[in-house]
């Protein structure tokens, strides 16, 4: 019910900007949140922002580099990768949260609807 895009094949230092777009409803009153999975790893939280896009936070290891940020006119989220690293390679998935607060979400049973997921390589 969430489709990201933007993902692929980058070298270190490189940039990347993926999407998030629902199938079926508007992003309005939806808190999202960005995950991601490495090979062999737990998925891991990376950013939220709410639904207003007041409020965002990131996770530690992206923090400074990777900026969220929303556009619900056009019914879009984004996740801008910045200074990316080789560690940064992993499969990012965007998720969504029916709630209205300003409230920062980082875990995965927080979050009703998930998208498949678009790979992101770093690598020269």
């Known amino acids: 019910q969430l489709v990201e895009s933007g993902g692929g094949l980058v070298q270190p230092g490189g940039s990347l900007r993926l999407s998030c777009v629902p199938s079926g409803f508007t992003l309005n009153y939806y808190t999202i949140g960005w995950f991601r999975q490495a090979p062999g790893k737990e998925r891991e939280w990376v950013s939220f922002i709410s639904s207003s896009g007041r409020s965002t936070d990131y996770g530690d290891s992206v923090k400074g580099r990777f900026t969220i940020s929303r556009d619900n006119a056009k019914n879009i989220v984004y996740l801008q990768l910045d200074s990316l690293k080789p560690e940064d390679t992993a499969v990012y998935y965007c998720?969504?949260?029916?709630?209205?607060?300003?409230?920062?979400?980082?875990?995965?049973?927080?979050?009703?609807?998930w998208g498949q997921g678009t790979q992101v390589t770093v690598s020269s």
């Open positions: 998720a969504a949260d029916y709630s209205p607060l300003e409230i920062m979400q980082t875990e995965e049973y927080e979050y009703d609807y």
